[in-house]
Nanobody, 114 residues
């Protein structure tokens, strides 16, 4: 069982920046990918940024503003968010996908005020 622990987030004014962090309790054998999703009330959870061994992908709405990165530990991911908009408000979840399972972090609230 993998546990993902998130930190960061909070309240920021429009145009500001925030960083989210995620650390896995362990990493699986074999390939896996980690990324960030966000959830807004009334909408489906959507992928924001994802990093796999071969690709890094971003939602169109965050390209050029958000950057996903990995720390020294394979099971760590950071999401650096700049030029935040009120539409970026939501609960952000760290996720890890292996060949057989998907794990989720506890979620972190990001609120962007106009």
């Amino acid at each position: 069982q993998v546990q993902l622990v998130q930190s960061g987030g909070g309240l920021v004014q429009s145009g500001g920046s925030l960083e989210l962090s995620c650390r896995a309790s362990t990493v699986p054998n074999g390939d896996f990918e980690m990324g960030w999703y966000r959830e807004v009330p009334g909408k489906q959870r959507e992928m924001v940024a994802n990093m796999s061994p071969k690709n890094t992908d971003y939602a169109d709405s965050v390209k050029g503003r958000f950057t996903i990165s990995r720390g020294g530990f394979q099971g760590s991911r950071y999401l650096h968010m700049t030029n935040l908009h009120p539409n970026d408000t939501g609960v952000y979840y760290c996720t890890m996908r292996t060949m057989s399972r998907t794990f989720w972090g506890q979620g972190t609230q990001v609120t962007v005020s106009s």
